[in-house]
């Protein structure tokens, strides 16, 4: 087995298990079955992608042992590529003074995905006004003094 794009791969034909007839088994479909799960996923042993399965048959009791070959292929999808949904968090309004040492830390909450072992990267934009002519970064709100 081999992934079509000819990348590296950790799955190899001991991942498949087999039940049937064809595999000394009575009483199922000959079948072939891989099963993944999400751990498989996080430890990046099977990494997504397009995979070209080859299973080969010779009969061994016939005159000529004839073989023949079979292939199919079957897709790992990425399942944060993208992630089914982001839930956006609710951020609250924060007031600072600038000179105020004692002020708190910025709250940032997380934002959650699904599937939730999905990783989010962050990015922030500040917005760069030094060349906005009569702007400033601070602003006075007139509620806001007491005399």
């Known amino acids: 087995m081999e992934r079509q794009d000819n990348a590296l791969s950790n799955i190899d034909c001991s991942d498949l298990t087999a039940a ?4 000394g088994e009575t009483g199922t479909d000959n079948t ?3 099963k993944f799960n999400t751990d498989d996923y996080l430890s990046g042993g099977y990494a997504p992608g397009t ?3 080859t299973i080969g048959g010779t009969g061994d009791n016939s005159a000529s042992s004839q073989s023949q070959e079979a292939t199919f292929t079957f897709t790992l999808v990425d399942p944060c590529d993208p992630p089914a949904s982001i839930q956006v968090v609710s951020l609250p309004d924060q007031v600072y003074t600038i000179t105020d040492d004692s002020a708190p830390v910025l709250i940032r909450q997380d934002f959650t995905s699904s599937p939730a072992y ?5 990015t922030y934009t500040i917005n ?3 060349n906005l002519v009569g702007k400033s970064a601070i ?3 007139e509620g806001a003094f007491v005399f």
């Open 118 to 122: 999905c990783p989010l990267v962050y």
């Open 20 to 23: 049937g007839e064809l595999f």
């Open 128 to 130: 760069d006004i030094t």
């Open 32 to 34: 072939l079955t891989y």
């Open 51 to 53: 995979y070209v399965v």
């Open 139 to 141: 602003t006075l709100d």
